[in-house]
């Protein structure tokens, strides 16, 4: 049973250039969250998605960022003119859709570096 | 503000010891705490999860409690091994629908041969 998988694993824009991360989860996983770690710094939670719905947005930023999981593929988290500022690590994890199945399932990340 | 705090940066400990980890909360109230290990350059894994209703859990050398009046939770690794050098997180959740979880900074163990 894969795990989750993201791609790209790095990833290198300019300043102003789009940046597009995708995620599949688990097998059998149908809620996916995304999270951000910046250098010395712990995971921040962006977004919580189910196919084709935002659950939870609370810590996405307001601009330039947007998140989709589609019926079909992967889930893909886009950023619109990056910024220096998002240099980080971000991370997809995934969970079951079972009530009292809370744990998370991690992706390896994806580095992006803004030049 | 809700604040999670792992009270050591850096934890180094001799081989064989057991390691104790602490993760401390305020204005919070989760559902159920979670406990997860990261290595350099990969994404968190999955460890142990206790519900507020559960004191203890334990998985083979490792161990967790959770006092939802201390509002805090011990994590332990008994005859630890330089393999276990690691960051550990800590991460709450308030449960229900909400399933985000919200991550302490981390302690990196250093286990010594």
């Known amino acids: 049973n894969a795990g989750v998988m993201q791609n790209p694993r790095h990833l290198v824009r300019r300043r102003g250039q789009e940046a597009r991360l995708r995620c599949s989860p688990m097998k059998g996983h149908s809620h996916v969250y995304w999270y951000r770690q910046l250098p010395e710094e712990g995971l921040k939670f962006m977004v919580y998605?189910?196919?084709?719905?935002?659950?939870?947005e609370s810590g996405m930023p307001k601009e330039r960022f947007s998140a989709e999981f589609p019926k079909e593929g992967p889930s893909i988290l886009r950023i619109q003119q990056v910024v220096r500022g998002d240099s980080a690590a971000y991370f997809c994890a995934s969970s079951s859709p079972g009530t009292l199945a809370y744990e998370q399932y991690f992706g390896p990340g994806t580095r992006l570096t803004v030049t | 503000s809700q604040k999670i705090e792992q009270n050591s940066e850096a934890l180094n400990i001799q081989e064989g010891k057991t390691a104790t980890l602490t993760c401390n909360y305020t204005n919070y109230s989760p559902a159920y705490l979670q406990w997860y290990r990261q290595d350099p350059g990969r994404g968190p894994v999955f460890l142990l999860l206790i519900r507020e209703n559960e004191k203890e859990k334990r998985k083979e050398r490792l161990k967790v409690t959770f006092d939802t009046t201390l509002k805090q939770s011990l994590f332990h690794i008994t005859a630890s091994q330089p393999a276990d050098s690691a960051t550990y997180l800590c991460?709450?959740?308030?449960?229900?629908?909400?399933?985000?979880?919200?991550f302490g900074s981390g302690t990196q163990l250093t286990v010594l041969p």
């Open positions: 998605l189910q196919k084709e719905n935002i659950i939870d």
């Open positions: 991460a709450l959740d308030s449960g229900g629908s909400a399933r985000q979880l919200t």
